[in-house]
């Protein structure tokens, strides 16, 4: 069993900063990719930022220059640094991890999401 927590949600005004953690923790043999999404009431969930096993990062464009994501092999963990913080960046935001379990499973996991509000 395999479960993700994150933190670091909250308000902030607009252009501060906040550092979203996700933590996974159960049977973890490895960690593939590690993701960023956030999705609006009514909306589709987007990519916000994504880190290979091997540390290549990608970012939406929305995102690119204020957005640093990084990750902790060891921790199993992955952040996601937030600087210059616009009020359309307020939503929910989830970490999806790839995980295998043992030798012959990989799934996907997603965190249970994390508020984000910044006000103008």
């Known amino acids: 069993q395999v479960q993700l927590v994150e933190s670091g949600g909250g308000l902030v005004q607009a252009g501060g900063s906040l550092r979203l953690s996700c933590a996974a923790s159960g049977t973890i043999v490895s960690i593939n990719g590690m993701n960023w999404y956030r999705q609006a009431p009514g909306k589709q969930r987007e990519l916000v930022a994504g880190?290979?096993?091997?540390?290549?990062?990608n970012y939406a464009d929305f995102v690119k220059g204020r957005f640093t994501i990084s990750r902790d092999n060891a921790k199993y963990t992955v952040y996601l640094q937030m600087n210059s913080l616009k009020p359309e960046d307020t939503t929910v935001y989830y970490c999806?991890?790839?995980?295998?379990?043992?030798?012959?499973?990989?799934?996907?996991?997603w965190g249970q999401g994390t508020q984000v509000t910044v006000s103008s």
């Open positions: 880190i290979s096993s091997g540390g290549t990062t």
């Open positions: 999806k991890m790839v995980i295998r379990s043992s030798r012959y499973t990989i799934d996907a996991y």
